[in-house]
């Protein structure tokens, strides 16, 4: 009975320990543009999962430039190291150009389908567009993430450069990108949301 109990006991020890990955897949602000990788989302993100006990690794699939018709064209690529959970950023570039929002919208939608298929939990960042884009593409462009996260399961987060946007000392000389301080910031704030992704499975 004592050696059932032990063996039960280890079992448990060892099924908690199961290190799991999330695939951070996205552009630029994913891979960490400007600042030193281990300093990069995916990085900051995994050293504070595991300062919490999570047995995490974070895999860095962000590609500075991307849009949303060149992260549809890799991402099954990227799904060869088989993550346990995907964390999709993407569309700020589409949106910098200038690119339909149907557009996004689908490209979007098929990635999402390719993850729902595989049966990988999902956390969708979203992005907000610029007001020089007009009303009617801002409200198109940031209505699709909410509605795509709902209509595909996914955990939403509406905003990934969450309390960095437009804080001079959180982002680096091109106004756009955060520096490692910021992406600090990023991770403090979607954290909840990162947590809530792993309880899907």
Partial sequence: MIITLSLLLVNATQARAVQ???LAFGDSLTAGYGIPRERAFPA?????LQKQSYSITVINAGVSGDTTSGGLTRLEWALAQHPNFVILELGA?????GID??????????????LQKQKIPVLLAGMKATPNLGPAFLTSYQKMYQTLAKEYDAVYYPFFLEGTALQTNLIQDDGLHPN???????VQHILPSVKKLLEKK
């Fill in 44 to 48: 900051q993100l995994e050293q504070e």
């Fill in 180 to 186: 490692a301080a910021g992406v600090a910031v990023i």
């Fill in 20 to 22: 799991k990955t999330i």
């Fill in 101 to 114: 929002p149907a557009i996004t919208r689908a490209n979007l939608r098929k990635m999402l389908k390719i």
């Fill in 93 to 97: 570039n589409d949106m910098l150009r």
